[in-house]
Structures are given as C-alpha cells and as structure tokens.
C-alpha cells in the first residue's frame, strides 16, 4: 500500500474512533506496517499481513482503547507481541509512559528497532513472564493501567494483570466475541486478587465483521503477595 492511500484509509478509520493523528503520527504507523511485514519475513509476528487489515485489526483497534486512558498515566502491556496496543498507543499519545512486555526474546528485539526508528521516548520493551516481573517490588502494583489483547482467558489473564495495578488503577483486556463464560468465570479471581468489572463495551471494528469486547476491571483493593503464581501455574490451575 503506498502511503497516500494508507494516509487517507487511516486518518478516516481514526477519526471514527475521535483519535486525531498528525501527519507526523501517520507516517511512524506507516514505517511501522512496512517494518511488521518485512521482519515477519525474518520472524513470526502476525499472520495479518495486507495494509487495510493492518490498519483494521492492529492499528484501529489498538487505539480503541485509547479513551480509557488519561493523559501522563503509566502501561504496561502484557504480551505484547509485535507491539500491540502499546506501540499505536505511543504513537498516538507520546506523554503515556508505557512498558511493552514478552517472554520471546525475537519479539522484543523487533520492538526494540520500532523504539527507536520512530525515535519514541519513555517507552520500554522488557523480556519477562508476567510472572516473574509482577513480582518484582518495583513492578508490583505501580503501573495505573495493565492492558493485554488477546492472550489468555480471562480468570488467566486477570492473574497475569491485576499484581501490576495500583489500587485505583484498571486492567483493560482486549477480546473477543464470546466472552460471557470467561465473564462468569471470573468472579472468585477478582474477589481474590482484588478487581471488580467496570464496564464491558461490546462493538464491531469498523470495516470487519470482527466482534471485540473491552472489559474494564478497577483494582480496588491490593492483591495477595503469592500471586501472580509460579509461571504456567495460572494455565494449568486458574482460580475459578
């Protein structure tokens, strides 16, 4: 896709979601699409890979959640994969501070190009389990946001989530259509950890017929000191 058209498809795209991108903005997403597609020869990072579904499915929806988020807050993005949403998030609002986290070390080496080709500052990629950085004294409970897409299930990946949280703060988890047993699932994990539902916003991406849920959980109260568990213990045993 040149960059004209990629230009036009997501100024409009954005401007649906009310998220304004400057020229400047724009062309840091376009130099980070053609980077995605010609790593994702090297490496696997995504399996979408035309302009139009990049734009859909990575960059629109990534900053779907960008409303959610007050200007100066701290995030951090857990299993971020090849960037997402924590990268677009970036580009779009520079004064977040925003910690990109993956257990696989390729991952982070892209991030890391993407971090400084596009020169963005206080952002950091960090080759870590979330188990073993949330029990960290300088990780545990600071961040005001934890935010994850697509990773685990929900009592799993509130496990993964909430230790990072400052009491007051919130987890935002990106998923997908079917959620409500995930939901029901998740009742003895938030009494334990210390998490209730906000809200649960149900929307279509525009342009797909793709079906996304963005669930807002507040940490209202500090979680347990032995959590998160060991790593693959929250797979293997969720607290349901």
Not at 99 to 117: M, P, T, V
Request: aromatic content about 6%.
């Amino acid at each position: 896709m040149e960059y004209e058209e990629f230009k036009s498809k997501i100024t409009d795209k954005a401007i649906n979601i009310n998220v304004q991108l400057s020229e400047s903005k724009i062309k840091d997403f376009y130099t980070y699409m053609i980077e995605l597609i010609e790593w994702n020869k090297k490496i696997n990072l995504t399996a979408i890979l035309e302009g139009d579904d990049i734009i859909d499915k990575h960059f629109i929806d990534s900053l779907t959640i960008s409303k959610y988020i007050k200007d100066n807050e701290s995030v951090i993005d857990v299993g971020t994969g090849a960037g997402f949403p924590g990268i677009p998030l970036k580009i779009a609002r520079e004064n977040l501070k925003i910690d990109l986290l993956d257990s696989l070390n390729k991952r982070i080496n892209f991030l890391n190009e993407i971090i400084n080709k596009l020169n963005l500052k206080n952002i950091n990629a960090i080759h870590s389990r979330a188990e073993d950085e949330a029990s960290k004294k300088e990780k545990r409970e600071t961040y005001d946001i934890a935010v994850s897409r697509a990773v685990a299930n929900l009592p799993v990946l509130l496990e993964y989530l909430l230790p990072f949280v400052k009491v007051g703060g919130k987890c935002i988890c990106m998923k997908g259509m079917n959620i409500e047993e995930e939901v029901n699932n998740s009742k003895k994990v938030l009494m334990e950890l210390g998490g209730e539902i906000e809200e649960i916003n149900r929307f279509k991406l525009s342009d797909t017929d793709a079906t996304r849920n963005i669930i807002i959980v507040r940490k209202i109260a500090n979680t347990p000191k032995k959590y998160p568990r060991k790593a693959g213990t929250a797979v293997k045993n969720p607290i349901i």
